[in-house]
Nanobody, 121 residues
Framework: QVQLVESGGGLVQAGGSLRLSCEAS????????VAWFRQAPGKEREFVAA????????VYKDSVKGRFIISRDNAKNTVYLQMNSLKPEDTAVYYC??????????????WGQGTQVTVSS
């Protein structure tokens, strides 16, 4: 079992930045794929970014490329999502997920409870 706890969400103006954190416990974090998803009101949960453990693989949703950066600190069992140049359309609940394969599908084994990000125009 893996427990995931997100933090760092909040209210920010358009153009601002936030850094989300996801701390994992319960299993060897360094061999897990970790991803961020988000879900806006009335919309389906969508993939944002993922970080594989092998060769530092990272994958991003097209609309966040160049603005968001996913990184991980295996020593701290934590993955981060640095979000820059935020837009109102980035407003959503952001979820951390962990699994064994890098995929944009929500087929991850473990999920956090989510953290709200609100971007005002």
């Amino acid at each position: 079992q893996v427990q995931l706890v997100e933090s760092g969400g909040g209210l920010v103006q358009a153009g601002g930045s936030l850094r989300l954190s996801c701390e994992a416990s319960g299993r060897t974090f360094s061999r897990l794929v970790v991803a961020w998803f988000r879900q806006a009101p009335g919309k389906e949960r969508e993939f944002v970014a993922a970080s594989g453990w092998f060769r530092g693989t990272t994958v991003y949703k097209d609309s966040v490329k160049g603005r968001f950066i996913i990184s991980r600190d295996n020593a701290k069992n934590t993955v981060y999502l640095q979000m820059n140049s935020l837009k109102p359309e980035d407003t959503a609940v952001y979820y951390c997920a962990a699994g064994t394969s890098v995929t944009a599908d929500p087929n991850y084994d473990y999920w956090g409870q989510g953290t709200q990000v609100t971007v005002s125009s």
